[in-house]
């Protein structure tokens, strides 16, 4: 029986990986280490996708969370969805962000419904708190009265994450047991520049530096490092055989070593678990990695996992009502 995750819980090992703001910063294109213009992604002008913002999928602690929608022209049949999940360090970082609303686009013109959630942030909020928000996104969108509404197969629903969202993709992925296509599970994970081993044994991340230190005692309520254990927040100390697809992607010299891709691939693979690791070389950081070979690899797999994605009616508008 595997152990759900909960509770209080820390991490010495994960803090080198999320090094202060550098990580929020990934998602501007002024970066030069981005080689993806997600503002041009972005541009739906000529798509006959549709847009639609604030919708709330959660109450909690006196916040009203939200996710924004991009949805794929109109098809004859239901299809696959995506949630997106937005980097930050855990302390920053929207729904909003250029390289999410880009991405979001990105799929919706190939055929996917993609939704972009909020979550709540450290400190305010610690572990598990983003673990279950991401949870209760994904029961909403499967529950019948949404998917009816934007017209998506509940049966066929993953999650694409990008640095803290990664690790939130992943914790996903290998949370709980059984089915994939009921409650909050999800049948294929994308996780770019995601850390999956935040106990002090991942030895591969090396020293951390005080502002990435805080970073991770804000998000998993540790008052210091040396007292925390990452085990229940570390998703591969819970693979299973009855987990999800898992796509990891990374690059050689990036802020999160690629051994914690390898690692993670490595124990789904033990477990048997369908698994594609991609190492790009250079320096990008998480959606900075979704450049035109990485987004075709991407859109592979997801049709591996996912289903194959809509095609327009040819009986309807141009543009979804």
Same mark, same amino acid.
């Given at each position: 029986?595997?152990?759900?995750?909960? /509770?209080?819980?820390?991490?010495?090992?994960?803090?080198?990986?999320?090094?202060?703001?550098?990580?929020?910063?990934?998602?501007? =294109?002024?970066?030069?280490?981005?080689?993806?213009?997600?503002?041009?992604?972005?541009?739906?002008?000529?798509?006959?996708?549709?847009?639609?913002?604030?919708? +709330?999928?959660? *109450?909690?602690?006196?916040?009203?969370?939200?996710?924004?929608?991009?949805?794929?022209?109109?098809?004859?049949?239901?299809?696959?969805?995506?949630?997106?999940?937005?980097?930050?360090?855990?302390?920053?970082?929207?729904?909003?962000?250029?390289?999410?609303? /880009?991405?979001?686009?990105?799929?919706?013109?190939?055929?996917?419904?993609?939704?972009?959630?909020?979550?709540?942030?450290?400190?305010?909020?610690?572990?598990?708190?983003?673990?279950?928000?991401?949870? #209760?996104?994904?029961?909403?969108?499967?529950?019948?009265?949404?998917? *009816?509404?934007? #017209?998506?197969? =509940?049966?066929?629903?993953?999650? $694409?994450?990008?640095?803290?969202? +990664?690790?939130?993709? $992943?914790?996903?992925?290998? #949370?709980?047991?059984?089915?994939?296509?009921?409650?909050?599970?999800?049948?294929?994970?994308?996780?770019?520049?995601?850390?999956?081993?935040?106990?002090?044994?991942?030895?591969?991340?090396?020293?951390?530096? *005080?502002?990435?230190?805080?970073?991770?005692?804000?998000?998993?309520?540790?008052?210091?490092?040396?007292?925390?254990? &990452? *085990?229940?927040?570390?998703?591969?100390?819970?693979? @299973?055989?009855?987990?999800?697809?898992?796509?990891?992607? &990374?690059?050689?010299?990036?802020?999160?070593?690629?051994?914690?891709?390898?690692?993670?691939?490595?124990? $789904?693979?033990?477990?048997?678990? !369908?698994?594609?690791?991609?190492?790009?070389?250079?320096?990008?950081?998480?959606?900075?990695?979704? @450049?035109?070979?990485?987004?075709?690899?991407?859109?592979?797999?997801?049709?591996?996992?996912?289903?194959?994605?809509?095609?327009?009616? !040819?009986?309807?508008?141009?543009?979804?009502?």
């Amino acid at each position: 029986m595997r152990r759900a995750i909960a /509770g209080r819980a820390g991490a010495a090992a994960l803090t080198a990986a999320l090094v202060g703001t550098a990580i929020a910063g990934c998602s501007s =294109p002024s970066d030069p280490t981005i080689p993806v213009d997600f503002a041009e992604l972005a541009d739906d002008a000529d798509s006959g996708i549709a847009t639609e913002n604030d919708i +709330a999928y959660r *109450e909690v602690d006196g916040d009203r969370l939200q996710m924004n929608a991009c949805l794929p022209a109109p098809s004859e049949r239901a299809a696959p969805a995506v949630l997106l999940l937005h980097g930050g360090g855990f302390t920053q970082g929207a729904r909003t962000d250029e390289s999410v609303a /880009g991405l979001c686009v990105w799929l919706a013109e190939n055929g996917y419904a993609a939704f972009s959630a909020s979550y709540r942030l450290a400190p305010e909020h610690i572990f598990p708190a983003q673990v279950d928000d991401v949870a #209760a996104a994904i029961a909403f969108l499967r529950d019948p009265e949404t998917a *009816e509404r934007f #017209a998506i197969d =509940p049966t066929a629903i993953g999650v $694409l994450g990008s640095s803290a969202g +990664a690790i939130l993709a $992943l914790e996903t992925a290998t #949370a709980g047991e059984g089915a994939l296509d009921a409650g909050s599970r999800v049948r294929a994970a994308v996780a770019l520049s995601g850390v999956a081993d935040m106990r002090p044994q991942a030895a591969s991340l090396g020293e951390p530096t *005080e502002q990435s230190a805080q970073i991770i005692l804000d998000y998993l309520g540790c008052t210091e490092l040396a007292a925390c254990d &990452g *085990e229940a927040a570390s998703a591969i100390a819970s693979v @299973d055989a009855s987990d999800p697809a898992v796509f990891l992607a &990374g690059s050689t010299r990036e802020i999160v070593p690629v051994e914690q891709s390898q690692a993670m691939a490595d124990a $789904l693979t033990a477990a048997d678990v !369908p698994n594609e690791l991609h190492v790009a070389p250079g320096e990008a950081h998480g959606a900075a990695l979704m @450049d035109g070979d990485m987004r075709t690899s991407v859109l592979s797999f997801l049709r591996s996992f996912l289903g194959e994605p809509t095609t327009p009616s !040819p009986t309807s508008s141009s543009s979804p009502e």
